[in-house]
């Protein structure tokens, strides 16, 4: 399947500079895998290992949090649109 991942302002500079890629993929692990391996730069940013997505880092599938449904295992649908979102820290 070919899908589009949207890409935050704060990872772009690791894309060059691209607010949103197309890759393939079954499942939302294989694509996110899929950006990672076009761009090794951005893997060090959003991957804690080989396997597991920094803990800051919450992904969307068509606006629906993967942790909602089947994580790194959802399926995808031709056409689809995954969104990374970093968690931003703060206080007042």
């Known amino acids: ?11 772009r500079g690791f894309v ?3 607010s949103e890629v197309k890759v393939s993929g079954n499942t939302v692990g294989e694509a996110v895998r899929a950006l990672a391996a076009a761009y090794p730069d951005l893997k060090h940013q959003i991957y804690a290992d080989e396997n597991n997505l920094r803990g ?3 992904v969307f599938l068509d606006g629906v949090n993967i942790k909602k449904l089947n994580g790194a295992e959802t399926p995808v649908r ?5 969104m990374l ?3 931003i820290a703060g206080g007042g």
């Open 1 to 11: 399947m070919n899908v589009t991942i949207l890409i935050p302002t704060a990872l």
């Open 16 to 18: 060059d500079r691209r």
């Open 85 to 87: 979102v970093p968690a």
């Open 56 to 58: 800051f880092i919450n």
């Open 78 to 82: 031709d056409g689809g649109t995954i």
